[in-house]
C-alpha cells in the first residue's frame, strides 16, 4: 500500500481521463493521494476532489511564482479551508527563484504569512524550493518552522543542506529526478536519509520517473519511486511502501 503524497490529479492533463488515471493509481496499490491546491484556480479544483474521493486528501497554499497575484482575502481563505477535514496540510509554499513571475522580497513576504499561518492552524506545511536553498532554510530557521515541520517536497539540495530540514522537523520526499540514471546526488541524499523521514510522491503530471521520462506523469507511477528507494536503501519494495505509508499518516495526522 502506497501514498502518493504530492499529485496534481486536477491539471488539465487530466481533463480526458481523470477517472481512469485515478483508477490506475488504486490498482497499483496507491490507496490514498495527497493534492495540491496552489493557486485561486487550484485550490477549489483540489477541494473538490478530496470531497469527491474518500482517499484524496488536500493541501492548500500559494505557490512562490503566485506571490505577485496573492491578495489579503486569499490568506483568510487558505485560513478557513484548514479546517476543513480533508485538508491535511498547506503547501505548496516557498520560493522559486528559477522563474522571474513574483519578485523575490513579495515571495518571501508570502511564505514567512503562511508559514506563520500554518503555526496558527497546527498544520504541517509542503515546502516548494528551487534554486532558494539558502534562503528557504534561513526563514523556515526565522519563523520557527520545527513548531509544525512538514515536507521537503520533491527534494533536489545537498545532503548538507537535508541535514539543516531534518534537524527543523521536516520529511525529505523523493520523486521521479531519484529514478534516473545520472541523479547522482538525489539518490545520494536518499542514502542517508533516515528511514523514518523519507516519503515518495510523484508530483503528477510532471516529473515522470524512469522510464516514463519526459511523458506525462501519474500517482501509479509512485510505485516507481518506491522501487529506487528499495534498490538504495537495501529494502524490499513492501519494507519502503509500509515505512513511507507511516511516515505520510504521521505526518499529515492521517488516521
Known amino acids: 500500500m502506497l501514498i502518493d503524497t504530492h499529485t496534481h490529479l486536477d491539471a488539465h492533463q487530466f481533463d480526458e481521463d481523470r477517472a481512469e488515471v485515478i483508477e490506475r493509481a488504486r490498482a497499483a496499490g496507491v ?16 477541494m473538490a476532489l478530496a470531497e469527491q474521493y474518500e482517499f484524496i486528501y488536500a493541501a492548500v497554499g500559494w505557490h512562490p511564482v503566485d506571490s505577485i497575484d496573492m491578495l489579503p482575502g486569499d490568506l483568510e481563505w487558505i485560513a478557513s479551508l484548514c479546517d476543513h477535514p480533508k485538508v491535511v496540510a498547506i503547501g505548496e509554499i516557498g520560493l522559486d527563484y528559477h ?5 523575490k522580497d513579495v515571495q518571501q513576504r508570502v511564505f514567512r504569512q503562511q508559514i506563520q499561518l500554518a ?3 497546527r498544520k504541517p506545511i509542503v515546502i ?7 534562503d528557504v532554510v534561513r526563514i523556515l530557521k526565522e519563523e520557527d518552522a520545527k513548531d509544525v515541520g512538514g515536507i521537503m517536497h520533491c527534494y533536489s539540495g545537498s545532503w548538507e543542506t537535508a541535514k539543516k530540514c531534518l534537524d527543523m522537523n521536516f520529511y ?11 541523479a547522482r546526488v538525489p539518490k545520494e ?6 528511514l523514518d523521514r523519507i516519503l515518495i510522491e510523484t508530483d503528477a503530471p510532471y ?3 524512469h522510464p516514463h521520462r519526459g511523458k506525462r506523469n501519474e500517482s501509479a507511477f509512485v510505485r516507481l519511486v518506491a522501487e529506487t528507494a528499495a534498490e538504495i536503501t537495501g529494502k524490499s519494495v513492501a519494507e519502503i511502501a509500509k515505512i513511507t505509508t507511516e511516515n505520510a499518516l504521521k505526518c499529515f495526522g492521517i488516521r
Open 31 to 46: 490507496h490514498k493521494l495527497v493534492n495540491i491546491g496552489f493557486n485561486r484556480e487550484t485550490i477549489p479544483t483540489t
Open 99 to 103: 522563474w522571474d513571475t513574483s519578485p
Open 119 to 121: 503555526k496558527q492552524k
Open 128 to 134: 516548494h524550493n528551487r534554486d532558494a536553498h539558502e
Open 172 to 182: 525529505i520526499s523523493f520523486g521521479g529526478p531519484v529514478t534516473f540514471k545520472n
Open 189 to 194: 541524499v536518499l542514502s542517508k536519509v533516515p
Open 207 to 209: 516529473l515522470a520517473p
